[in-house]
């Protein structure tokens, strides 16, 4: 499976994106897929992730409420939509998949990854 991420510009503080992880693989209706973001000098975090069926997702707590994940299985193509946006959010936004049967928050548990999309938010 190969991934590639896009969407992420600069936003005002309070403002909206949406990022789009679209895949290439025949079998990327059966992977878990989450997004991951590394801020300047910080660690990878986990942002959020959504089961092949789309029905099961989790969020960081940092992101509940202003972020929702959704996917379009047909299309082969996951979303991020970001909201309210704030000067926190700013980091480097990265899609994942996996097919297995693992945690779903570590970044060692995925197989596949995009290159990154940028996303700064200016206060």
């Known amino acids: 499976v190969q991934l590639q991420a896009c969407g992420g510009g600069l936003v005002q503080t309070g403002g909206s994106l949406r990022l789009s992880c679209a895949a290439s693989?025949?079998?990327?209706?059966?992977?878990?897929v989450a997004w991951f973001r590394q801020a300047p000098g910080k660690e990878r975090e986990f942002v959020v992730f959504i089961s092949w069926t789309g029905v099961i997702s989790d969020y960081a707590d940092s992101v509940k409420g202003r972020f929702t994940i959704s996917r379009d299985n047909a299309k082969s193509t996951v979303y991020l939509q970001m909201n309210s946006l704030k000067p926190d959010d700013t980091a480097v936004y990265y899609c994942?998949?996996?097919?297995?049967?693992?945690?779903?928050?570590?970044?060692?548990?995925?197989?596949?990854w995009g290159q990154g999309t940028l996303v700064t938010v200016s206060s």
């Open positions: 994942a998949a996996k097919s297995r049967s693992s945690s779903n928050y570590f970044t060692s548990n995925y197989d596949y």
């Open positions: 693989g025949r079998s990327f209706s059966s992977y878990t």
